[in-house]
C-alpha cells in the first residue's frame, strides 16, 4: 500500500473510524498522487519553460489545436482541448454542490465538494470498488437497473421485494439489514429504473427508521443513493427531495453516497457528466478531502479526467438564467405523459390482460403481464405492431418518456392485442 494511502486512512481512523471501517481493500488503497508527474508539474506552473505536462502548445503557449474541432465547439481551445483535474472543475463542483442543496433543503449535514465522474454509471463503479470487496452483498430490492450486474460484478446481490401492498418494501429491507450484521451496503434508485417509483414521504420515513435501527445496534451502513432521474416526481406525496438528504446526517454510522449527474437532470445523455458526493454525521474537513482524493485517484486511474468540453458546456448552463424555465418546460411535457398513462390504464379492459406496477415518477413504468409471456409479447409486439419495448421475467417495461402524449393510447392498445395473440 502506498504511503499516501496509509496516510489518507490514519486521518480518517482519528476523525472518522466509521468511513475508515466501510472502506474496501481497493477503498484503502485508494488515492491521489501528491507527489510524481502531477506534483512537479503543478509546481513548474508559470515557469518561463514548462516541459512537464503531456500536451502541445503552440509558440505563444496556447493548446496546438485543430481549428476544424475547435471552431464548431462554441468555447476556445483550452475550454475545450485541454485536461481537466480528476478532480473536475472546480467552479463546475461548487456549482453542483450549490443545486444539490437548493434542491435539498433538507441537507444540513457537512459534505464533501462532489467529484466529477464520468457520468453516473463510472461513479456507481467507483462507489461499488471503494465500499464493497470482491464477494462482498449489496443490499437492494430486486427491481433494479439491468446495468448494475456489470457495474457491480464484483459483489453479490442481496435482494429484498421492492414492493409490499403498493409501496416500497420497508420491512423488507429491515429483514435484510437484520440478516446480514456488521458492515452493510445498500444500494437505492429513486426515481427507480425499472418501475418508475420513487419513495413516498411515509416510505422515507420508514426507511430512515430501518437504517437508523441497524446502526444503533453498532452496525456500519453505506447507503448509495442513485439519483439519475433525481426531480421527475409526478405525485404530490413523493418525497421531492434525495434520500442522501435525510441519510447525510442521520447517525456516526451511515455513510450517504449521492451518486447523480447531467445525463437525465439535464436532458444531457450523451455528455457523460457526472458526480459523486458523501454525506456524513461529524464529517470533518481532512475526512472530506480524503474521500474527495481517494475518489479522484479512482477516476485517474479509471478515465484519467472527464471531458473538457462536456464540462465547460455544463457549467455555462448551470450559470445560465434561462435554465430554470426550460428545466420546467421539460418537466411539464413528461408530467402529461405521465398523467396520460395513468388516464389511459384506467382502461378496465386492460386489467384481463396486464397490471401496472406502483410508479409515479422518472421515465419508466411496468406491467406484469397475466396471461402470456413478456418475451413472446415483445416479439409480437415489434413484428406486428411496431413497437418496441423491453422484455424482463414477467414484465414489459414502457418508456413513457420517449413517446409523444397522443400516442400513448395506440401504444396500450397495441400491448392489449399483442398479448390477445
Given at each position: 500500500?502506498?504511503?499516501?494511502?496509509?496516510?489518507?486512512?490514519?486521518?480518517?481512523?482519528?476523525?472518522?473510524?466509521?468511513?475508515?471501517?466501510?472502506?474496501?481493500?481497493?477503498?484503502?488503497?485508494?488515492?491521489?498522487?501528491?507527489?510524481?508527474?502531477?506534483?512537479?508539474?503543478?509546481?513548474?506552473?508559470g515557469s518561463r519553460y514548462n516541459a512537464t505536462i503531456g500536451i502541445a502548445l503552440d509558440d505563444s503557449g496556447d493548446p496546438l489545436s485543430l481549428d476544424c474541432l475547435v471552431k464548431n465547439?462554441?468555447?476556445?481551445?483550452?475550454?475545450?482541448?485541454?485536461?481537466?483535474?480528476?478532480?473536475?472543475?472546480?467552479?463546475?463542483?461548487?456549482?453542483?454542490?450549490?443545486?444539490?442543496?437548493?434542491?435539498?433543503?433538507?441537507?444540513?449535514?457537512?459534505?464533501?465538494?462532489?467529484?466529477?465522474?464520468?457520468?453516473?454509471?463510472?461513479?456507481?463503479?467507483?462507489?461499488?470498488?471503494?465500499?464493497?470487496?470482491?464477494?462482498?452483498?449489496?443490499?437492494?430490492?430486486?427491481?433494479?437497473?439491468?446495468?448494475?450486474?456489470?457495474?457491480?460484478?464484483?459483489?453479490?446481490?442481496?435482494?429484498?421485494?421492492?414492493?409490499?401492498?403498493?409501496?416500497?418494501?420497508?420491512?423488507?429491507?429491515?429483514?435484510?439489514?437484520?440478516?446480514?450484521?456488521?458492515?452493510?451496503?445498500?444500494?437505492?434508485?429513486?426515481?427507480?429504473?425499472?418501475?418508475?417509483?420513487?419513495?413516498?414521504?411515509?416510505?422515507?420515513?420508514?426507511?430512515?427508521?430501518?437504517?437508523?435501527?441497524?446502526?444503533?445496534?453498532?452496525?456500519?451502513?453505506?447507503?448509495?443513493?442513485?439519483?439519475?432521474?433525481?426531480?421527475?416526481?409526478f405525485e404530490d406525496d413523493v418525497f421531492k427531495e434525495s434520500v442522501f438528504s435525510k441519510l447525510a446526517g442521520l447517525h456516526e454510522n451511515v455513510l450517504a453516497v449521492k451518486l447523480d449527474?447531467?445525463?437525465?437532470?439535464?436532458?444531457?445523455?450523451?455528455?457523460?457528466?457526472?458526480?459523486?458526493?458523501?454525506?456524513?454525521?461529524?464529517?470533518?474537513?481532512?475526512?472530506?478531502?480524503?474521500?474527495?482524493?481517494?475518489?479522484?485517484?479512482?477516476?485517474?486511474?479509471?478515465?484519467?479526467?472527464?471531458?473538457?468540453?462536456?464540462?465547460?458546456?455544463?457549467?455555462?448552463?448551470?450559470?445560465?438564467?434561462?435554465?430554470?424555465?426550460?428545466?420546467?418546460?421539460?418537466?411539464?411535457?413528461?408530467?402529461?405523459?405521465?398523467?396520460?398513462?395513468?388516464?389511459?390504464?384506467?382502461?378496465?379492459?386492460?386489467?384481463?390482460?396486464?397490471?401496472?406496477?406502483?410508479?409515479?415518477?422518472?421515465?419508466?413504468?411496468?406491467?406484469?403481464?397475466?396471461?402470456?409471456?413478456?418475451?413472446?409479447?415483445?416479439?409480437?409486439?415489434?413484428?406486428?405492431?411496431?413497437?418496441?419495448?423491453?422484455?424482463?421475467?414477467?414484465?414489459?417495461?414502457?418508456?413513457?418518456?420517449?413517446?409523444?402524449?397522443?400516442?400513448?393510447?395506440?401504444?396500450?392498445?397495441?400491448?392489449?392485442?399483442?398479448?390477445?395473440?
Amino acid at each position: 500500500m502506498s504511503m499516501q494511502a496509509k496516510e489518507a486512512n490514519s486521518v480518517l481512523e482519528k476523525d472518522c473510524p466509521s468511513i475508515y471501517s466501510l472502506l474496501s481493500e481497493a477503498g484503502r488503497k485508494a488515492f491521489f498522487p501528491k507527489s510524481g508527474i502531477l506534483a512537479q508539474t503543478a509546481e513548474a506552473k508559470g515557469s518561463r519553460y514548462n516541459a512537464t505536462i503531456g500536451i502541445a502548445l503552440d509558440d505563444s503557449g496556447d493548446p496546438l489545436s485543430l481549428d476544424c474541432l475547435v471552431k464548431n465547439s462554441g468555447f476556445d481551445a483550452k475550454d475545450t482541448v485541454l485536461y481537466s483535474p480528476s478532480y473536475g472543475q472546480k467552479a463546475l463542483r461548487k456549482k453542483w454542490l450549490d443545486r444539490i442543496k437548493e434542491k435539498n433543503p433538507s441537507l444540513g449535514s457537512k459534505t464533501t465538494l462532489p467529484v466529477v465522474t464520468n457520468a453516473i454509471t463510472h461513479g456507481l463503479s467507483i462507489a461499488g470498488r471503494m465500499l464493497v470487496d470482491d464477494g462482498g452483498k449489496m443490499i437492494l430490492p430486486d427491481m433494479f437497473w439491468g446495468n448494475y450486474n456489470l457495474v457491480f460484478q464484483h459483489a453479490e446481490f442481496d435482494t429484498f421485494e421492492a414492493f409490499s401492498g403498493g409501496k416500497f418494501n420497508v420491512d423488507g429491507l429491515r429483514e435484510k439489514l437484520g440478516q446480514n450484521p456488521g458492515k452493510q451496503v445498500i444500494l437505492l434508485n429513486f426515481p427507480n429504473n425499472p418501475t418508475g417509483y420513487s419513495a413516498t414521504v411515509d416510505d422515507v420515513d420508514g426507511i430512515l427508521s430501518a437504517i437508523e435501527e441497524s446502526a444503533e445496534k453498532g452496525n456500519k451502513i453505506a447507503v448509495l443513493c442513485d439519483d439519475a432521474y433525481f426531480g421527475l416526481f409526478f405525485e404530490d406525496d413523493v418525497f421531492k427531495e434525495s434520500v442522501f438528504s435525510k441519510l447525510a446526517g442521520l447517525h456516526e454510522n451511515v455513510l450517504a453516497v449521492k451518486l447523480d449527474g447531467l445525463t437525465k437532470e439535464m436532458y444531457a445523455w450523451g455528455l457523460r457528466v457526472g458526480f459523486m458526493t458523501f454525506g456524513y454525521k461529524g464529517l470533518t474537513g481532512p475526512a472530506a478531502t480524503v474521500l474527495e482524493d481517494k475518489v479522484s485517484g479512482m477516476v485517474r486511474g479509471s478515465v484519467s479526467n472527464v471531458c473538457t468540453h462536456s464540462q465547460s458546456l455544463a457549467l455555462k448552463a448551470l450559470d445560465d438564467p434561462a435554465l430554470p424555465d426550460q428545466e420546467k418546460m421539460n418537466y411539464g411535457i413528461l408530467r402529461s405523459r405521465y398523467s396520460e398513462v395513468r388516464k389511459v390504464l384506467s382502461d378496465r379492459r386492460y386489467s384481463e390482460r396486464f397490471e401496472p406496477l406502483p410508479f409515479n415518477s422518472g421515465y419508466f413504468m411496468c406491467i406484469r403481464l397475466k396471461t402470456a409471456d413478456a418475451e413472446s409479447v415483445r416479439k409480437k409486439l415489434l413484428e406486428d405492431y411496431s413497437t418496441g419495448l423491453i422484455a424482463t421475467g414477467d414484465l414489459l417495461r414502457i418508456a413513457f418518456s420517449s413517446i409523444s402524449k397522443d400516442k400513448l393510447r395506440d401504444l396500450f392498445d397495441n400491448i392489449f392485442k399483442a398479448c390477445n395473440g
